[in-house]
């Protein structure tokens, strides 16, 4: 008796579906992405052979070099929520577009009292301006103290944690000026912090 043949069916799939939803994903991912902004200080870290991941949320970073210091708290909502804070004890009042733009912004080293025209600059302008002369640390005017302050209430109201903080200091940089630093964060009552490295024989 003949065997009955099997018909063959075809195993083509239509992939129509899958493309959209891929392109979808990209889409979403692509508009909701933010671009890392640029160092505005030219830093050379010192090496180290210790590794830990430096964590993405919760922290601030005091970049220093040339005398001058940087500020950067992670988060756009940590930014907004420092930055009202910042104005209201400088009795400073921000709009919701400057709230916006600075809610992006990177490190900056601007003095309070330029802050409002630093932040309506595009980035190039940024860099050219002139403004960013560092954030004061003085004993009598010493805006870094306050906006780490400032900065900590904001992590502690909305995350519930507290911040963390790291210092991203230019091999070549000064003791004096990093001693400072580190007074700033004690009398903050902050004695455990961060030195951002890079690896030993890796690149800058």
Sequence with gaps: MP???????????????MCDVSFLL?????????????DPLDVRLPTSTYKIKVPEKDIAILTIGKDKVYFEAAGQDIKVATLE???????????????????????FGVPIQSL????????????????????????TNNQLAD??????KAVAELHSEGMRVSI????EEGYPMVKKIVDILQKQKINKFSLITTAEGGSK
């Design 3 to 17: 065997r009955a043949k099997v018909q063959r069916k075809s195993t083509s799939i239509d992939m129509t579906a």
């Design 26 to 38: 990209l889409t979403y991912f692509i508009l909701s992405a933010t671009a890392k902004q640029p």
């Design 85 to 107: 804070k910042i104005g209201e004890q400088y009795k400073i009042s921000f709009t919701p577009e400057e709230k916006k733009r600075f809610s992006v912004i990177g490190s």
């Design 116 to 139: 409002k025209q630093f932040v309506m600059l595009d980035g190039d302008k940024r860099k050219k301006s002139g403004l960013e002369t560092g954030i004061p640390t003085d004993s």
């Design 147 to 152: 906006w780490i302050l400032q900065s900590r």
């Design 168 to 171: 991203k200091g230019d091999a």
